[in-house]
């Protein structure tokens, strides 16, 4: 197969894909290296390179972190699964798209303004992105093809990702399963020895205590949830 | 929507039977956004818009839109455009000429905003003295603002490209501002026959949830979105996301393509392909050229007819394949600067063979005998003995 789109570091400033001549895969089919291909083919290629490349590393957007909408709980336990079946593999957050100033806690936490900060600190060789926004996966995309050499797959929602060396679209919690269950296959294929373990906690992440939760916790946002002088909000939505 | 209406797909709702009516270029554009699902139009009014957006006063009183309100001029028109969209709304606007120069700033913002709306420009001289009549010179204005820019040759295609428009400005893929552009007076004034489907039936509402980017809502995280805007910053990791979100605008944009293919059957149209001269043209232009190649036809010359429907993106494949046995090749413009001729000089690899012209502005009309002026210029014939 000739790899249209493959691992970076392409360089200073790469073509997009799409002018490259990549278009998105039709439903039913995924995209592998910028190439039109079935589905299990992409995810057989994506298993094989978190069960062989350092590092492996899941990034889930603001779309599985949030239980906005009926399918969502189902989703995030299912990208859990995914990750326990992937030795040393790791979650990092991409909890939403502001810059992060004047540092990012890139141990922490992964942004689309500049994803390959998070990518080189950790030396994340093969990542996952589900539950981006497609213009903020595709930003993140492009700019870790362009200066480092990780491989991406994109597990999205809507119709998949150029940019990504695997993507896979219409994504659904059975999607995620499917692609679990592939990477198990892949795993014994390759005679890796794994016993399915949950991703340790992140130590670069706060202890969380809602207990004693006050308006300051809320930073920028307090101005939303306080209440004017004399206003009593009995419930919120 | 206030009134009972059957939502249907674009692609149902393009199959549904039609009924021929005799209307004008503006209304063909109105009677569009009646069966669109549009929550909200906002507009100023400037000749030879008014009538497009007067027409969509109606349809609101009448109850076909949710809101509409008349703004206080065009930035502010646009601006508020924007924000409305980005709250998860259908927004249609329409503006002409000046109007859509006094706009542009904030026209040029909505791409990078993903702001998905349709935009109506019912082109009007741009220049000093000043001038209500048609000149499509402000579309080579927008030409490199990122927004998908269609081209109506007549009322039909007026009423065709905007219903098109709200379905494509929303796939996820694109999610940019579609503009739909004719000529002032020549279609929007003017009348044709326009076949139209029942307008008790619509286009389904627009989900905003189904989008590349979050709908602004300042309950839910992230609230903050561009206004933190990472290019603020004096730093390689501020022009490096800028660069990569403007490669994605215009992926976005080139991702449109296949949209032109399901709902306007095509970029281009070709009629005798291979001929020895083709007319290339746009717009009204595109009328006026049809009608010389009929004429061609009759005498037997070797002419052929593209139309160019969809100027961004830019159909380079499908110029180059209808061009490239083409000896000669006349485009027709109603602009001084000939911003369509030089797209496909720039397209082809032989861009020598393009003629200048023939072009006409400040409101003048485009005699058919001018194109045949050129074509028989074009073969070698003396055209005065013949159009005597």
Not at chain 2, 25 to 51: C, F, L, N, W
Request: hydrophobic share 40%; net charge negative; with cysteine.
């Amino acid at each position: 197969m000739q790899k249209k789109i493959d691992v970076g570091p392409v360089g200073y400033m790469p073509q997009s894909a799409p002018m490259m001549g990549v278009e998105l895969s039709p439903e039913g089919k995924a995209l592998l290296y910028g190439n039109v291909v079935s589905e299990d083919e992409a995810m057989r290629d994506a298993a094989k390179a978190l069960l062989t490349m350092q590092n492996p590393t899941i990034f889930p957007g603001p779309m599985v972190l949030w239980d906005w909408k009926d399918d969502v709980a189902d989703k995030s336990a299912a990208i859990l699964e995914l990750a326990s079946e992937i030795p040393n593999c790791k979650i990092i957050p991409m909890p939403d798209y502001r810059p992060k100033y004047p540092k990012i806690d890139v141990k922490a936490e992964i942004n689309p303004n500049h994803p390959n900060l998070t990518i080189l600190d950790n030396k994340i060789k093969a990542c996952v992105f589900i539950g981006v926004h497609c213009h903020y996966a595709n930003l993140t995309l492009r700019m870790i093809r362009a200066g480092t050499d990780c491989y991406t797959v994109a597990m999205c929602a809507e119709m998949g990702h150029e940019e990504a060396m695997a993507s896979i679209r219409d994504v659904h919690a059975s999607d995620v399963l499917k692609f679990r269950d592939i990477l198990v296959e892949v795993r014994k294929e390759l005679g890796i020895e794994h016993t399915a373990t949950m991703p340790p906690e992140n130590p670069s992440l706060p202890k969380e205590d809602w207990g004693d939760l006050t308006p300051a916790d809320y930073g920028e946002y307090r101005s939303l949830i306080m209440s004017r002088k004399g206003e009593h909000v009995a419930e919120v939505e | 929507m206030s009134l009972d209406k059957t939502l249907l797909s674009m692609d149902e709702l393009l199959k549904l039977p039609r009924e021929k009516h005799f209307i004008t270029g503006a209304q063909a554009m109105s009677e569009a956004v009646k069966r669109s699902s549009t929550d909200m139009a906002i507009a100023y009014p400037i000749t030879p818009q008014s009538e497009v957006m007067h027409l969509v006063g109606d349809i609101f009183a009448q109850g076909h839109i949710k809101e509409y309100y008349r703004a206080e001029e065009e930035l502010g028109t646009m601006s508020a455009i924007a924000g409305a969209a980005r709250g998860g709304v259908r927004m249609f606007t329409a503006t002409s000429g000046p109007g859509l120069l006094r706009g542009l700033e904030a026209i040029v913002s909505w791409p990078g905003h993903r702001i998905p709306c349709v935009l109506g420009v019912l082109t009007r001289v741009i220049n000093a003295p000043l001038s209500i009549q048609p000149d499509n010179l402000e579309m080579a204005y927008l030409m490199h603002s990122g927004i998908v820019m269609l081209h109506a040759e007549n009322q039909q295609d007026t009423f065709d490209f905007t219903l098109a428009a709200f379905a494509i400005t929303e796939k996820v893929d694109v999610y940019i501002p579609v503009s739909v552009s004719t000529e002032g007076f020549f279609v929007t004034h003017a009348k044709g026959y326009v076949e139209m489907m029942d307008e008790k039936y619509a286009f389904e509402e627009c989900d905003p949830y189904k989008a590349p980017v979050p709908a602004m809502d300042n309950e839910v995280p992230p609230a903050r979105i561009q206004r933190d805007a990472p290019v603020q910053k004096s730093n390689f990791m501020s022009y490096l996301i800028h660069s990569v979100w403007q490669q994605e605008i215009w992926d976005s944009n080139q991702r449109a393509m296949k949209y032109m293919y399901q709902y306007i059957d095509g970029p281009i149209e070709v009629q005798n392909p291979g001929s020895d001269v083709m007319l290339v043209a746009s717009g009204c232009a595109a009328a006026q050229a049809r009608e010389a190649h009929r004429y061609a036809q009759e005498e037997g010359l070797s002419v052929g007819f593209v139309k160019v429907k969809c100027i961004r993106p830019w159909p380079t494949d499908e110029i180059r394949e209808a061009l490239k046995t083409a000896k000669t090749v006349i485009v027709p413009e109603h602009n001084i600067v000939g911003w369509l001729c030089k797209e496909i000089k720039g397209c082809i690899p032989n861009g020598g063979i393009v003629l200048e012209g023939p072009r006409v502005y400040g409101g003048m009309t485009l005699p058919v005998e001018l194109i045949m002026t050129e074509i028989y210029n074009a073969l070698g014939m003396d055209s005065l003995v013949l159009q005597a």
